[in-house]
């Protein structure tokens, strides 16, 4: 077969090398300061692969967008989404280094996010707003030990929020938008008061119409952060209220894309034939109302002890519809109206104890939380299936699941930090031990409760950094990692006992630089992911139950290349580029059933493109800023056999504005200009893999998208 030609690849390469020229004079040192909107750094002083994301791009990028999307920029990082907000939870996914978002520790202040799960989980975009972003660092390889998660086979990412600042004032923002968005934003920040008080509450509504088909989806997001300073010591109380509501984006086969183009959706019109009308977009729903209450504590015990706390708190319930065209029990053609419904607590605490004895600094941790889920299913009749699938809350035809989950996680780890040899090498050696706890509660079968517990008590870390000079930078990174199987084990059919936790051994090695006007990190990677468990499901039969078969199936080996680096030749001239070469493969065959081997020894893992390349030209000139970026991505295999793919893409998006400290009476004063998609690109986006060919779905790439932004403080 023919390959058509994609230049792309070739000119953001070559972008990336102009930007690796400059280092030949980059020592100079002008003493001049540079402000141009550089976002990334290179992860200096860590002893793995790291890069972050700084307030002044979440400041320009579309207000309201899902953090999560900004990451895309971070080499090893992929983020695929199926709105242009990013808050359509089933559709928005991120990728690094070939592991899925379900294996990526993430925490929001401190706050462990402990499961990715639309369904159930705590996605982190649900818990912050982009004006109140302070940064994300994202760690591709390992996670360090302080990390709490009990699924982080792969890297982590870590959210920090704005503090209160210590003038009061007023901030708002109003944006308008492609697809009939609309989005306002209001912060009250009280300034700091005589006894070292400060706080803000801020609020923001987001509203927009499917890009696709019809249906909306709508966000109302409230946060207050109260927080004292007192001597050395920090406290601080925060809550976060989100609400959202929107209607399904379809997934479709890679026939339905190439027959109907990335429009094709759900049905718009009601027909009163329970077959079509299973398919309109008004049956398609989703809901999810959260609350989190933590708060934050750094002491000084002692002129070498700290002690930091982070108790918190998150109550959660949802519910996700869907109007089936059959009877559950006779089969008959019948339009139902079937409601999934969610409910969660958790709670617990991480702590950090430190110790510094000048040479070595002592630092042992703990993280503790309990997690208990809720999750049922009913299906009704329908009041009156010619005109609408609104159900009849009084008759409930059958139940499919009435089930209770209880978590319980223990992460105890110990750490040394070792200067060593006049302070150019620093040496990081420890180890942490975890214990997860799942009980299963079957409501409706009693004889179906299981428990399981799985542990690890020696998962060690070895990294070290060694400065060559004062510019350049060694690193190096050993990690074991460790993830409890899901507790969707517990409730199939046939339970497996033998189950195995998954394991993976992360070895990060690089170098950094940081000159005056040049910045660049290169990494080179190994990651051995064993005792995959595999979850076997026809996407396009997802919906129904105990259609997943769990085994442990082998290992993954995944290998690759990092680079980033960032060139400021000028006060107002900024230019950042990554390049991602990654190599996920299976190290074996399985076996799905008695007689069926699935070939995927040597094949590629699904959903893990070998090539990603970005750029982002910026420009800031006195209060005016414009920015042009734009993101390759390589063909994705969908398949575990690799019979079917999608293709490579690049998408390009442009920013523009206005900012002054003072502007007609106005304080802060900004306005700004954003297009996504800026060559109307069509695309393959996030994905369903599958097994063989036919079974995958996707949802397609936003087309182009304008949005007009203004804002102001008082």
Do not use: C
């Not at 040049?518 to 997802?542: E, G, M, P, W």
């Not at 042009?628 to 390589?634: A, E, F, H, M, S």
């Amino acid at each position: 077969m023919r390959t058509k030609f994609n230049p792309m690849p070739m000119y953001l390469a070559v972008v990336t090398a102009l930007a690796v020229v400059p280092a030949a004079y980059a020592d100079s040192t002008d003493g001049a300061t540079v402000d141009t909107g550089a976002v990334s750094i290179m992860g200096e002083g860590q002893v793995r692969a790291s890069n972050a994301v700084e307030r002044k791009q979440f400041q320009e990028q579309q207000p309201g967008e899902n953090p999560i999307m900004v990451l895309k920029r971070v080499p090893g990082v992929n983020v695929t989404t199926a709105d242009a907000y990013g808050i359509y939870e089933y559709g928005t996914d991120v990728e690094i280094r070939g592991f899925d978002s379900g294996q990526i520790g993430v925490t929001v202040d401190g706050v462990p996010m402990s499961s990715n799960a639309a369904a159930g989980g705590n996605p982190a975009g649900r818990f912050m707003d982009s004006e109140n972003l302070q940064s994300a660092t994202v760690a591709q390889g390992s996670g360090d030990l302080a990390t709490p998660s009990a699924n982080a086979l792969g890297g982590s990412i870590n959210y920090k929020t704005v503090d209160p600042r210590n003038q009061h004032g007023i901030q708002a923002q109003v944006s308008v938008g492609s697809f009939n968005s609309s989005r306002e934003f209001l912060r009250l920040d009280t300034g700091k008061s005589s006894s070292g008080v400060k706080s803000f509450v801020s609020g923001s509504r987001t509203d927009t119409e499917k890009w696709r088909g019809a249906g909306k989806n709508t966000r109302d997001h409230f946060e207050t952060k109260v927080q004292k300073i007192f001597g050395e010591n920090k406290v601080g109380v925060s809550f976060t209220y989100n609400k959202r509501f929107d209607h399904d984006f379809l997934d479709m086969t890679l026939a339905d894309y190439n027959q109907n183009g990335r429009s094709y959706d759900l049905n718009t019109t009601w027909t009163g034939n329970p077959l079509l009308d299973q398919r309109n977009y008004t049956g398609w729903t989703n809901g999810r109302t959260d609350k989190l209450l933590s708060s934050q504590g750094d002491f000084k015990l002692s002129d070498k002890m700290r002690l930091s706390l982070v108790p918190y708190y998150q109550k959660q319930d949802g519910f996700g519809t869907y109007n089936p065209g059959h009877n559950p029990i006779t089969g008959a053609v019948e339009l139902m109206f079937r409601e999934s419904r969610y409910y969660t607590d958790r709670y617990g605490m991480t702590s950090k104890l430190s110790y510094d004895l000048g040479q070595h600094q002592l630092t042992a941790g703990l993280w503790v939380e309990r997690y208990k889920y809720k999750n049922d299913r009913n299906w009704y009749t329908t009041l009156n299936s010619a005109v609408s699938g609104a159900p009849d809350r009084n008759n409930v035809v059958q139940t499919d699941f009435d089930r209770n989950f209880v978590t319980d996680t223990t992460i105890f780890y110990v750490q040394d930090s070792i200067k060593m040899m006049n302070d150019r090498m620093n040496l990081k050696l420890g180890a942490k031990a975890i214990s997860v706890t799942r009980s299963y509660v079957d409501n409706l079968n009693n004889s179906n409760n299981r428990d399981a517990k799985y542990s690890k008590s020696f998962l060690p870390q070895l990294g070290a950094t060694y400065q060559l000079s004062s510019a350049n930078q060694v690193f190096g990174n050993y990690a074991e990692n460790f993830s409890a199987p899901s507790t969707s084990v517990l409730t199939v059919g046939t339970y497996n006992p033998d189950l195995k936790p998954e394991t993976s051994t992360n070895i990060d090695i690089g170098i950094r630089t940081s000159r005056e006007r040049f910045d660049a990190s290169l990494a080179l990677y190994q990651v051995k992911y064993d005792n995959r468990i595999l979850q076997i499901k026809d996407s396009t039969n997802r919906y129904l139950l105990n259609a997943d078969i769990y085994s442990n199936v082998g290992s993954i080996t995944s290998k690759g290349l990092e680079l980033a680096s960032t060139w400021r030749p000028t006060n107002h001239f900024n230019l950042y580029t990554s390049v991602t070469l990654n190599d996920s493969k299976f190290d074996q065959d399985y076996r799905a059933s008695a007689t069926t081997v699935v070939k995927t020894g040597g094949k590629t893992v699904p959903d893990s493109p070998q090539t990603m390349l970005f750029a982002d030209a910026s420009y800031h000139a006195g209060g005016y800023f414009a920015g042009l970026n734009g993101k390759y991505v390589g063909e994705r295999n969908s398949t575990v056999d690799n019979t079917e793919s999608a293709p490579g893409y690049e998408v390009f998006g442009l920013r523009a504005g206005y900012k002054a400290k003072r502007f007609h009476g106005m304080k802060n004063f900004k306005v700004q200009f954003n297009i996504d998609n800026l060559l109307d690109k069509s695309y393959l986006s996030s994905m369903y893999t599958g097994t063989t060919a036919g079974n995958p779905t996707y949802f397609t790439g936003t087309p182009r998208s304008y949005y007009l932004t203004v804002g102001t403080s008082f």
